[in-house]
């Protein structure tokens, strides 16, 4: 009796020990596998046939959450967030060697620029002179051309910063690159931020009047592999911007309400895409977001009903291009063989609208002499309980 009595008290003291224990580990998301001194690290990641070096550096801040970037397009090729039980997965698309990226890579995770998204024909008059741009996509200019930001070396120093772990990119576009005119020296820093965020900040100055329109093309899975149709997405934008059937917008910009490109509550991205037609279909619209571009605001939230992963992403630009990976055929494999199929990612652009120096009505992309260019995009990660909101329509 008495020997019971001991072994129950012992018991309570072990059980006591471990829960105190389980509650430490739970101040830190992630738990053990997180908790680690914040730190950038750099290594060569591979070399380009002229024999230029490419980077790579990786990020992680104090819950373990590690951005890895290149040098080659100051490309995001991996991303590893915990899951709800703390468990770490990578939750972009990417490639874990160079060689893959040369080949050819659909913008995996890349810088894009000088102009992200179409300008139709490749054409746009500035300052009463007509320009004449690279064409890359059908008629079209589509993401700086045939040589866009994304596929140039960038050169990257690690910076200090209160708000966690970071690395500055800068590269400077010659003037004419791709048919653009002035020079344009353009600056991006990826910070890890204590908070779970990855922040992107960017900044361009140049010495004629030019467009100017970045953005990060990560594909985004947030639970690592298959498709997104399952995630629950919610853009904060009342209008997108109307596109012919060669995404070229029409300049109409049209009320999501009543159609099935309302996000404005939350729907998971498979509820209704087959209702969205496109060739091939998917979501691959703007949306005008409703903070403006006035000041840095939630642009979309997205949560994956099986891991538990949340990811806000907050931006200062007016625009959010949605793109559910549509033109991903599963010709492509990532790491550990992942064959990356139609609808198996979905992209948040921050940005301009797509072809906005041929629309004035459309919030201007001019950038002149003197003036800075600024944008800030944060993606940021939390986990979430096993929910079902009455809510969201389409689950199952
Ligand atoms: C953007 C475009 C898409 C497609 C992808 C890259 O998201 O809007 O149409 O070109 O980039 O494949």
């Not at 090729?77 to 080949?103: C, H, I, M, S, W």
């Not at 004629?208 to 985004?220: A, G, I, Q």
């Not at 300049?251 to 969205?276: C, N």
């Not at 793109?323 to 979905?346: C, E, I, K, M, W």
């Amino acid at each position: 009796m008495k020997r019971e009595r001991r072994t129950a008290t012992m018991n309570q003291i072990v059980v006591t020990a471990a829960l105190l224990a389980m509650a430490a580990l739970a101040m830190v998301p992630g738990g053990a596998e997180g908790a680690r001194k914040a730190s950038v690290k750099k290594a060569v990641f591979g070399k380009l046939d002229g024999g230029t070096v490419v980077h790579l550096y990786t990020l992680t801040n104090a819950r373990g959450l590690t951005a890895k970037i290149m040098t080659y397009g100051a490309t995001l090729t991996e991303l590893r967030v915990p899951d709800r039980e703390g468990k770490f997965d990578d939750v972009v698309l990417g490639f874990d060697n160079l060689a893959q990226y040369l080949k050819g890579s659909p913008y995996f995770g890349a810088t894009v620029g000088r102009v992200a998204n179409r300008i139709a024909r490749g054409k746009f008059t500035l300052d009463g002179k007509e320009y004449t741009l690279a064409v890359n996509n059908g008629p079209n200019h589509l993401h700086g051309g045939l040589k866009g930001f994304d596929k140039v070396v960038w050169n990257a120093t690690p910076v200090k910063s209160a708000d966690g772990p970071a690395v500055r990119f800068t590269y400077h576009s010659a003037d004419g690159e791709e048919g653009y005119p002035g020079n344009l020296d353009v600056t991006v820093i990826y910070t890890v931020t204590n908070q779970s965020g990855l922040r992107i900040e960017y900044t361009a100055t140049t010495d004629r009047d030019t467009p100017v329109n970045l953005t990060n093309h990560s594909y985004f899975n947030l639970a690592g592999h298959g498709d997104v149709l399952g995630t629950e997405m919610m853009i904060n934008a009342g209008r997108y911007v109307g596109v012919d059937d060669t995404l070229i917008p029409t300049g109409e910009l049209k009320e999501v309400k009543g159609t099935p490109m309302d996000f404005t509550t939350p729907h998971t991205i498979g509820s209704r895409i087959a209702e969205v037609g496109g060739d091939p279909n998917g979501y691959d619209h703007c949306y005008v977001l409703n903070g403006g571009g006035h000041s840095f605001s939630l642009a979309a939230r997205a949560y994956e009903p099986a891991t538990g992963r949340v990811m806000e992403m907050y931006t200062t630009e007016p625009g959010v291009q949605f793109y559910t990976g549509n033109f991903l055929d599963g010709s492509l494999a990532g790491p550990g063989g992942f064959v990356y199929r139609q609808h198996d990612a979905f992209c948040l652009e921050a940005g301009h609208f797509p072809d906005s120096v041929n629309h004035p009505n459309f919030p201007s992309t001019i950038l002149h002499p003197g003036e800075t260019y600024h944008q800030r995009t944060e993606y940021l990660f939390s986990t979430q309980k096993l929910l079902r909101s009455p809510y969201v329509k389409g689950v199952m």
